[in-house]
């Protein structure tokens, strides 16, 4: 992460919690597509490790998006959860905060550890942070720790979209989706084929 983004986002955090300290009036949020996930899992009708799970999709942690017409912070935390028998982890925290001229969010889990289609995946910390600024263009980043895939160490580059073949599917790390009015950065995207589709630490970003 850049020097310059991570002094914009203490920015952002001091000026909310400036604002809710003296009571300043709310001006104007940032668009709805502003929000951070911690997970997310989308199965379809599959059978998974002996499970049997109908099409559908759990989200751990989400903040939800942020409304127009008010400066605005969410926030949604969990000190553990799961996805039995796919995932589970801990420290989930998810964070959104908008603010007249900029919206950033952040997304972090700790202690993953993820087992589908026959891919064992587990890592010490995971992160995304998206950060847009009306005028000056939308960023992203992602931190992924002690990465491991069936036992190995991998590394991980911090280039966007760095892709790790996996049995029946694909790891994406740093996954991102930026342009001039936003930002969509999943740190960690596991696919495995007619099994499962997960997102772990989402965060976007939207110039207000």
């Known amino acids: 992460m850049s020097h310059g983004f991570r002094r914009n986002r203490r920015f952002v955090v001091l000026g909310l919690a400036l604002g809710a300290l003296f009571g300043l009036p709310s001006i104007v949020a940032a668009q709805t597509a502003s929000r951070a996930r911690a997970v997310q899992v989308t199965v379809p009708g599959a059978t998974v490790l002996g499970i049997t799970l109908p ?16 400066t605005d912070a ?11 028998p796919l995932l589970s982890g801990d420290s989930l925290h998810a964070t959104v905060i908008g603010l007249p001229d900029q919206a950033a969010s952040e997304a972090s889990l700790g202690g993953l550890g993820l087992s589908v289609g026959g891919n064992s995946i587990s890592a010490d910390f995971i992160m995304a942070r998206a950060l847009a600024v009306n005028g000056a263009g939308a960023y992203g980043d992602s931190e992924i720790d002690g990465l491991s895939i069936n036992g190995a160490m991998v590394q991980v580059t911090g280039d966007p979209n760095q892709t790790i073949p996996l049995v029946g599917g694909v790891l994406i790390l740093n996954e991102q989706q930026t342009d001039a009015g936003g930002a969509l950065v999943n740190a960690l995207h596991v696919v495995v084929n007619g099994i499962a589709d997960i997102v772990v630490a989402s965060a976007s970003a939207a110039a207000p």
């Open 55 to 70: 099409g559908t999709t759990t989200v751990l942690a989400d903040t939800g998006a942020l409304s127009r017409g008010a």
């Open 74 to 84: 969410l926030q949604a935390s969990s000190v553990a959860a799961s996805v039995p």
